[in-house]
């Protein structure tokens, strides 16, 4: 009877602890973007060139430089479920190059 019982407890934190992985890089993946895209929209309705440089180099690009931070992490923990999927190539892209480019090849001032 202990026996049955210990391994329904085991399969119970398996699954615990699969669904509290899913939510924290769903989280992480949130949490990274939202500023990002609140910082973009707020500085889209200014209409000085210099204001946008302002606000690109002051506020846009230190948040593109966590944003890369945290998606390399996140690719880094996500590495063991796609690989398997064969998408690899894909998490890196959207994970790691976007926010890099993002934040290091586009102009100063252009959103």
């Keep these: 009877m202990e026996k049955s019982t210990s391994k329904k407890e085991n399969i119970m934190t398996k699954r615990t602890l699969r669904y509290m992985a899913v939510l924290t890089v769903s989280f992480l993946l949130f949490f990274h973007l939202a500023p990002v895209a609140v910082a973009q929209d707020h500085y889209e309705s200014m209409g000085d060139k210099g204001g ?24 880094v923990i996500s590495l063991p479920f ?8 894909e998490a890196y892209q959207k994970l790691v190059a976007d926010p890099a480019n993002y934040t290091f090849q586009r102009p100063l001032g252009e959103m």
């Design 52 to 75: 946008y440089m302002a606000a690109d180099l002051v506020i846009l690009r230190p948040m593109g430089i966590i944003a890369t931070a945290v998606g390399s992490l996140v690719y």
């Design 82 to 89: 796609s690989i398997p999927g064969g998408n690899q190539d």
